[in-house]
Protein backbone atom coordinates (compact mmCIF):
# COMPACT_ATOMS: atom_id res chain seq x y z
CA UNK A 1 0.00 0.00 0.00
CA UNK A 2 2.77 2.34 0.73
CA UNK A 3 4.54 1.35 -2.62
CA UNK A 4 1.08 2.58 -4.49
CA UNK A 5 1.41 5.62 -2.68
CA UNK A 6 5.09 6.13 -3.49
CA UNK A 7 4.69 5.61 -6.70
CA UNK A 8 0.86 7.62 -7.40
CA UNK A 9 2.44 10.41 -5.74
CA UNK A 10 5.96 10.87 -7.78
CA UNK A 11 3.96 10.22 -10.81
CA UNK A 12 1.18 13.06 -10.10
CA UNK A 13 4.35 15.57 -8.59
CA UNK A 14 6.25 14.78 -11.82
CA UNK A 15 2.81 15.91 -14.15
CA UNK A 16 2.03 18.58 -12.30
CA UNK A 17 5.41 20.31 -12.60
CA UNK A 18 5.88 19.79 -16.12
CA UNK A 19 2.24 20.89 -16.94
CA UNK A 20 3.32 24.03 -14.38
CA UNK A 21 6.78 25.01 -15.64
CA UNK A 22 5.97 24.50 -19.28
CA UNK A 23 2.47 25.76 -19.33
CA UNK A 24 0.98 27.75 -16.81
CA UNK A 25 4.19 29.49 -16.18
CA UNK A 26 4.45 30.71 -20.01
CA UNK A 27 0.39 32.12 -19.60
CA UNK A 28 1.95 35.54 -18.40
CA UNK A 29 -1.20 35.77 -16.54
CA UNK A 30 -1.28 38.85 -14.19
CA UNK A 31 -0.20 38.72 -10.40
CA UNK A 32 0.57 34.99 -9.39
CA UNK A 33 0.18 31.62 -11.72
CA UNK A 34 -1.72 29.46 -10.93
CA UNK A 35 -0.18 26.65 -8.75
CA UNK A 36 -0.93 23.49 -9.87
CA UNK A 37 1.47 21.41 -7.48
CA UNK A 38 0.29 23.02 -4.75
CA UNK A 39 -3.73 21.44 -5.63
CA UNK A 40 -1.79 18.27 -6.26
CA UNK A 41 -0.49 18.21 -2.64
CA UNK A 42 -3.58 19.24 -1.16
CA UNK A 43 -5.75 16.52 -2.78
CA UNK A 44 -2.86 14.18 -1.62
CA UNK A 45 -3.08 15.13 1.91
CA UNK A 46 -7.06 15.05 2.13
CA UNK A 47 -6.77 11.36 1.80
CA UNK A 48 -2.74 10.26 3.23
CA UNK A 49 -3.38 12.82 6.22
CA UNK A 50 -0.79 15.26 7.79
CA UNK A 51 2.00 12.94 8.14
CA UNK A 52 1.18 11.85 4.20
CA UNK A 53 0.93 15.01 3.64
CA UNK A 54 4.19 17.08 4.77
CA UNK A 55 6.05 13.87 3.29
CA UNK A 56 4.29 14.42 -0.57
CA UNK A 57 4.61 18.32 0.37
CA UNK A 58 8.37 18.12 1.34
CA UNK A 59 9.28 16.45 -1.84
CA UNK A 60 6.83 18.39 -4.34
CA UNK A 61 8.62 21.78 -3.25
CA UNK A 62 12.19 20.08 -3.33
CA UNK A 63 11.89 19.11 -6.81
CA UNK A 64 10.19 22.25 -7.75
CA UNK A 65 13.38 24.10 -6.36
CA UNK A 66 15.87 22.24 -8.11
CA UNK A 67 13.70 22.05 -11.37
CA UNK A 68 14.34 25.02 -13.76
CA UNK A 69 13.94 27.76 -14.27
CA UNK A 70 14.08 28.05 -10.33
CA UNK A 71 15.55 30.86 -9.25
CA UNK A 72 15.28 30.32 -5.51
CA UNK A 73 17.42 28.80 -2.77
CA UNK A 74 16.64 25.26 -2.53
CA UNK A 75 14.46 24.15 0.45
CA UNK A 76 12.95 27.18 0.00
CA UNK A 77 9.66 25.95 -1.82
CA UNK A 78 9.94 22.83 0.00
CA UNK A 79 9.66 24.07 3.61
CA UNK A 80 6.22 26.03 2.54
CA UNK A 81 4.56 22.94 0.73
CA UNK A 82 5.53 20.66 3.77
CA UNK A 83 3.69 22.89 6.34
CA UNK A 84 0.90 23.10 3.64
CA UNK A 85 0.57 19.46 3.86
CA UNK A 86 1.18 18.80 6.89
CA UNK A 87 -2.43 21.57 7.77
CA UNK A 88 -4.07 20.10 5.01
CA UNK A 89 -3.91 16.88 6.15
CA UNK A 90 -4.82 17.54 9.45
CA UNK A 91 -8.69 18.56 8.46
CA UNK A 92 -8.98 15.07 6.60
CA UNK A 93 -12.40 13.79 6.84
CA UNK A 94 -12.28 11.01 9.41
CA UNK A 95 -15.59 9.19 7.91
CA UNK A 96 -13.94 9.66 4.12
CA UNK A 97 -16.95 12.17 3.02
CA UNK A 98 -17.72 15.65 2.26
CA UNK A 99 -20.97 16.76 2.66
CA UNK A 100 -20.43 20.11 0.88
CA UNK A 101 -17.79 21.56 -1.36
CA UNK A 102 -17.83 24.51 1.06
CA UNK A 103 -15.00 22.55 3.32
CA UNK A 104 -12.25 21.87 0.36
CA UNK A 105 -12.46 25.27 -1.36
CA UNK A 106 -11.44 27.11 1.92
CA UNK A 107 -8.87 24.62 2.08
CA UNK A 108 -7.69 25.55 -0.86
CA UNK A 109 -8.48 29.54 -0.43
CA UNK A 110 -6.70 29.00 2.82
CA UNK A 111 -4.04 27.34 1.58
CA UNK A 112 -3.33 29.36 -1.97
CA UNK A 113 -2.84 32.82 0.43
CA UNK A 114 -1.04 31.05 3.53
CA UNK A 115 1.45 29.77 1.19
CA UNK A 116 1.95 32.75 -0.56
CA UNK A 117 2.53 34.72 2.68
CA UNK A 118 4.98 32.30 3.95
CA UNK A 119 6.89 31.69 0.64
CA UNK A 120 7.30 35.52 1.04
CA UNK A 121 8.41 35.26 4.47
CA UNK A 122 10.92 32.60 4.05
CA UNK A 123 12.02 34.99 1.48
CA UNK A 124 12.17 38.01 3.17
CA UNK A 125 14.13 36.06 5.64
CA UNK A 126 16.90 35.27 2.83
CA UNK A 127 17.11 38.26 1.67
CA UNK A 128 14.51 38.43 -1.19
CA UNK A 129 11.96 41.09 -1.48
CA UNK A 130 10.54 40.41 -4.94
CA UNK A 131 7.09 39.66 -3.01
CA UNK A 132 7.23 43.76 -2.18
CA UNK A 133 8.16 44.90 -5.60
CA UNK A 134 5.70 42.51 -7.14
CA UNK A 135 2.50 43.83 -4.82
CA UNK A 136 1.53 41.43 -1.68
CA UNK A 137 -1.91 41.76 -1.90
CA UNK A 138 -2.10 41.55 -5.55
CA UNK A 139 -0.51 37.96 -5.20
CA UNK A 140 -2.64 37.15 -2.31
CA UNK A 141 -5.86 37.68 -5.23
CA UNK A 142 -4.78 36.38 -7.88
CA UNK A 143 -3.11 33.11 -5.91
CA UNK A 144 -6.22 32.41 -4.63
CA UNK A 145 -8.66 32.69 -7.88
CA UNK A 146 -6.53 31.03 -9.91
CA UNK A 147 -5.45 28.15 -7.42
CA UNK A 148 -9.66 28.19 -6.66
CA UNK A 149 -10.95 27.85 -10.17
CA UNK A 150 -8.32 25.49 -11.17
CA UNK A 151 -9.05 23.25 -8.23
CA UNK A 152 -12.38 21.34 -9.11
CA UNK A 153 -10.79 19.99 -12.16
CA UNK A 154 -7.52 18.69 -10.25
CA UNK A 155 -8.28 17.89 -6.71
CA UNK A 156 -11.42 15.69 -6.81
CA UNK A 157 -9.47 13.64 -9.25
CA UNK A 158 -6.53 13.38 -6.98
CA UNK A 159 -8.73 12.60 -4.35
CA UNK A 160 -10.14 9.73 -6.35
CA UNK A 161 -6.82 8.08 -7.54
CA UNK A 162 -5.24 8.32 -4.38
CA UNK A 163 -7.97 6.49 -2.57
CA UNK A 164 -7.68 3.67 -5.91
CA UNK A 165 -4.38 3.33 -4.93
CA UNK A 166 -5.18 3.05 -1.33
CA UNK A 167 -7.46 -0.17 -2.11
CA UNK A 168 -10.16 2.34 -0.05
CA UNK A 169 -13.33 0.40 0.42
CA UNK A 170 -14.78 3.96 0.30
CA UNK A 171 -14.13 3.79 -3.40
CA UNK A 172 -16.04 1.53 -3.84
CA UNK A 173 -19.32 1.60 -1.80
CA UNK A 174 -19.57 5.66 -1.75
CA UNK A 175 -20.01 6.32 -5.58
CA UNK A 176 -23.43 3.85 -4.77
CA UNK A 177 -23.97 6.93 -2.07
CA UNK A 178 -22.94 9.95 -3.83
CA UNK A 179 -20.75 10.35 -0.51
CA UNK A 180 -17.57 9.96 -2.54
CA UNK A 181 -15.14 12.62 -1.83
CA UNK A 182 -14.47 13.52 -5.24
CA UNK A 183 -18.05 12.94 -6.78
CA UNK A 184 -19.05 15.13 -3.71
CA UNK A 185 -17.44 18.18 -4.23
CA UNK A 186 -18.23 17.64 -7.62
CA UNK A 187 -21.80 17.13 -7.15
CA UNK A 188 -22.79 19.53 -3.96
CA UNK A 189 -22.57 22.32 -5.57
CA UNK A 190 -25.73 21.08 -8.76
CA UNK A 191 -27.79 19.49 -6.09
CA UNK A 192 -27.66 16.18 -7.42
CA UNK A 193 -27.78 12.77 -6.14
CA UNK A 194 -26.29 10.08 -8.53
CA UNK A 195 -26.31 7.26 -6.60
CA UNK A 196 -29.31 7.63 -5.50
CA UNK A 197 -30.70 8.80 -8.83
CA UNK A 198 -28.83 5.40 -10.21
CA UNK A 199 -30.51 2.66 -7.27
CA UNK A 200 -33.78 4.03 -8.27
CA UNK A 201 -33.41 3.58 -12.24
CA UNK A 202 -32.44 0.03 -10.88
CA UNK A 203 -35.80 0.09 -8.47
CA UNK A 204 -38.15 1.22 -11.48
CA UNK A 205 -36.27 -1.33 -14.01
CA UNK A 206 -37.24 -3.97 -11.75
CA UNK A 207 -40.62 -3.26 -10.96
CA UNK A 208 -41.04 -3.09 -14.68
CA UNK A 209 -39.86 -6.23 -15.69
CA UNK A 210 -41.53 -7.95 -12.59
CA UNK A 211 -44.73 -6.02 -14.24
CA UNK A 212 -44.09 -7.03 -17.66
CA UNK A 213 -43.82 -11.07 -16.29
CA UNK A 214 -46.93 -10.56 -14.64
CA UNK A 215 -48.50 -9.61 -17.25
CA UNK A 216 -47.23 -12.32 -19.91
CA UNK A 217 -48.34 -14.89 -17.22
CA UNK A 218 -51.73 -13.67 -17.54
CA UNK A 219 -52.19 -13.98 -20.95
CA UNK A 220 -50.53 -17.50 -21.15
CA UNK A 221 -53.38 -19.20 -18.52
CA UNK A 222 -56.15 -17.25 -20.79
Known sequence: ??????????????????????????????????????LVVLGLALVYGHIGGALVGFAAGLLADLAPPADHAAGRYALVLCVIGYLAGLVKPESGQVRTAAGPMLVVVAAAVGSTLLYAGVGALVGDTAARHVGLSGL???????????????????????????????????????????????????GLRIGGQRSGLRVKAARARSARAGRIKGVKRL
Open 1 to 38: MRVNRILLSSSLIVVALVVQVSVLARLHLPGAVPDLLL
Open 140 to 190: LFTAALYDLLLAPFVVPGVMALARRAENDPLAETNSAKAGDISSGWLSSGT
